[in-house]
């Protein structure tokens, strides 16, 4: 057969034509195989993509998740079925394949629960520094015990076959959905993404890079009453990926990964940090929210060009019919710099970003309980848990524990000897009043005694960025309130942050916003249970100058103190920042406060039985910092929703319906047995000498309000 009989090969990317005989398409650079079928006559078939694009046309992905990108399993006879790997797992039957290998479902033999195993293919099993590497990687992942990662519950290798085994779920991954339904609404893709920030941040905490996030690596779950609970998927194997397919470029000048959702330097082939997570995860929300990929190619290499040297165009531009805010979208373009020091620093500060995107009169329910999210995931009453896996492990430990006791009895004194000294030496230390380092995070937190003052340093920093912090934990048993105090450092503001034990959103943040600015909250409302106090450098930016650089501070102490109190009648108790949770008082009546650390906001509500009227006093006692200035907005009355500034003098600034001098005197606002209420913030005194402060300063200066029944 000569050449000139042989038809051209037609691409499938750009349908142009090339001669017979090309191993590649020579206008979009498209590879491709010789075909089983036309080995003889030299015609050459199309080799599938390495990249999918979300466009409207791309081929649906399983909505199973626990494999590289899924497929349909052959329909022929699998030699594995039925066969039990590891002494324990018996597969019943294949549910995926991808690039890493093939995924089955297979029951426990001992527990009878079902599980997921990925076993793994090609090179992977024949090398073995890779299969070092694999269990390496796997032993990492097995220890992410976030509810919105999937749990790895064994690994290893037998028969032949290098195995891991996963939770069961079952679930739609989110490349389906959006293929489906199209962009998701602001509010959804937002609550989506904060799942998977979380699940990311447990994993930078420990070291680990997902390095590979798109969504056919996100699980939805739904539950009973609508809600979506994210899992995320392949923790530990996108390292292995990784080094296997820069293999491949090397051995066969191939292109390989996901481009859509590659940061620059993982372009460039400087390797993963946890900014190169929250390039993926903002390229993540950007589809999320629009429906396209941030960029797009006909081929890799273009879209590989385009996230090194384009800049990506808004998401409220790219699609202004869905009415994307602004500020959204500038948080989105935020984690798509090119420089990853231009990027959120860190996952968990993109996190609280999101978080703040669906605050409204206050913090937004936008996600479950890790409790009740594992009760979701545990509702399959087919798939095999965590907490039975471990019970059958803890199982055979015991029954080998059993078994060596019987062998070294007459050794077992000696070593039970041993064990109690060493036992002795590593007990921790007395308390004496000082902190105990390391406690720089909240897994190695200093048990502090019940109302015991501690002392501590914010010295040496953890990085560039953040400062020392250092964590308490103490348990407060059922009282009617605490106080909390912070003696100032003389050379950086300081913050403490309180978080109840199990949760990661903190219960409350409180910063002194000045250096040598003590920090007081007289009192404060917190239910019986364990807490988390952690100490570290204010870096809020106050000023137009930006925050301030990190600091380190070796020889002056904090001082920490949280004691018990008994709310005095007529004060405030924080937390009282909403309607929900308001001071209240009974007309006539008064109550203070003071707006004592940075961003705080006070309501007061009052009652009577007919109306009443507000009356407002400020700084009788001390003076306000002259760039602040104590603002009411009333919530309820004719001038509702309404801020007014509250000046001691009328002196230093120009009066307007917006100014006055105090005290001030609300309306007369029917109550008739209703709350009526107040918001109290501080405001930047427009009259202050320059520079102004772009956020008010906090201090000590009380405030009085009293409720006047008509």
């Known amino acids: 057969m000569t050449a000139s009989a042989i038809s051209p090969i037609d691409c499938p990317d750009c349908g142009q034509h090339s001669p017979s005989d090309a191993r590649f398409c020579c206008h979009c650079g498209r590879g491709f195989t010789i075909s089983q079928e036309n080995a003889v006559s030299n015609r050459f078939a199309p080799e599938q993509p390495v990249v999918h694009s979300l466009r409207v046309g791309a081929p649906p992905s399983s909505a199973f998740p626990l494999h590289d990108r899924p497929t349909e399993p052959p329909h022929v006879a699998d030699p594995l079925i039925g066969r039990i790997v590891a002494d324990r797992y018996r597969i019943v039957e294949q549910i995926g394949r991808g690039g890493m290998g093939v995924v089955y479902r297979v029951e426990h033999a001992r527990i009878g629960k079902l599980m997921a195993l990925k076993l793994l293919t090609g090179e992977l099993t024949r090398d073995g520094l890779q299969v070092a590497r694999f269990k390496r990687e796997a032993l990492m992942a097995s220890k992410l015990s976030h509810p919105n990662t999937v749990q790895v519950f064994d690994f290893g290798n037998a028969d032949g076959l290098v195995y891991l085994a996963m939770e069961y779920l079952r679930g739609e991954d989110l490349g389906r959905i959006i293929r489906r339904e199209g962009a998701l609404s602001p509010e959804r893709a937002i609550k989506l ?34 809600e979506e609970v994210v899992k995320v998927l392949d923790f530990g194997l996108a390292k292995l990926r990784e080094s296997s397919e820069l293999s491949d470029v090397t051995s066969r000048g191939a292109i390989v990964g996901t481009p859509y959702y590659m940061s620059p330097e993982q372009i460039r082939g400087e390797g993963a940090e946890p900014s190169s997570d929250i390039y993926s995860l903002g390229a993540l929300t950007y589809v999320c929210l629009t429906g396209q990929p941030v960029f797009d190619a006909n081929t890799p290499l273009g879209v590989f060009t385009k996230h090194l040297l384009e800049a990506p165009v808004a998401p409220h531009l790219r699609r202004p019919d869905l009415r994307i805010p602004e500020n959204v979208s500038r948080l989105v373009l935020s984690t798509l710099q090119k420089d990853p020091s231009q990027r959120p620093h860190s996952v968990l500060a993109l996190r609280e970003s999101l978080l703040r995107q669906l605050e409204g009169d206050g913090p937004a329910q936008v996600e479950l309980s890790p409790v009740a999210i594992q009760e979701l995931t545990d509702a399959d009453s087919e798939a095999a848990t965590r907490a039975e896996v471990e019970r059958y492990e803890k199982k055979l430990r015991r029954r080998s524990r059993l078994a060596a006791f019987a062998a070294v009895l007459s050794g077992l004194t000696v070593l039970l000897g041993l064990g109690l000294t060493v036992r002795r030496l590593r007990a921790p230390p007395i308390f004496n009043g000082r902190e105990l380092e390391p406690n720089d995070s909240a897994s190695i937190a200093q048990p502090l005694p019940r109302w015991a003052p501690v002392s501590g340093r914010i010295g040496q920093r953890i990085d560039a960025d953040r400062s020392d912090r250092d964590f308490y934990r103490m348990q407060i048993p059922a009282s009617k309130g605490v106080s909390l105090s912070l003696k100032a450092l003389p050379n950086m503001a300081t913050c403490l942050w309180i978080y109840a034990e199990g949760s990661e959103s903190p219960f409350g943040r409180y910063c002194s916003g000045a250096p040598g600015r003590d920090l007081f909250v007289r009192q404060l409302a917190l239910p019986r249970g364990n807490y988390l106090f952690g100490v570290m450098q204010d870096r809020e930016a106050y000023t137009r100058s930006g925050p301030p650089p990190v600091y380190e501070n070796v020889s002056d102490d904090y001082v920490l103190q949280i004691a018990p109190v008994t709310p005095a009648e007529g004060r405030e108790v924080e937390p009282n920042d909403t309607p929900r949770n308001p001071s209240t008082l009974t007309a006539p009546g008064s109550l203070s406060g003071q ?83 107040l918001e109290l913030s501080l405001a930047v005194n427009p009259w202050a000498p320059t520079p102004t402060s772009e956020i008010a300063p906090a201090s000590e200066t009380e405030y009085v309000v009293h409720a006047e029944a008509l």
Do not use: Y
């Open 595 to 677: 707006l004592a650390f940075m961003r705080d906001v006070d309501v007061v509500c009052a009652i009577a039985a007919g109306s009443l009227r507000f009356v407002v006093e400020d700084g009788n006692e001390h003076l306000r910092p002259r760039e602040s200035v104590l603002q009411i907005k009333p919530l309820a009355g004719p001038e509702a929703e309404v801020p007014v500034r509250v000046h001691r003098t009328a002196e230093g600034f120009s009066k307007s319906s917006r100014d006055v001098v105090g005290p001030w005197h609300g309306s007369k606002v029917v109550s008739e047995g209703t709350p009526v209420c």
């Open 193 to 226: 993404m904060i799942q998977v920030a979380a699940s990311l941040s447990e994993a930078h905490e420990k070291g680990i890079i997902h390095r590979d996030l798109k969504p056919e690596n996100i699980l939805i779950i739904r539950g009973h009453s609508g």
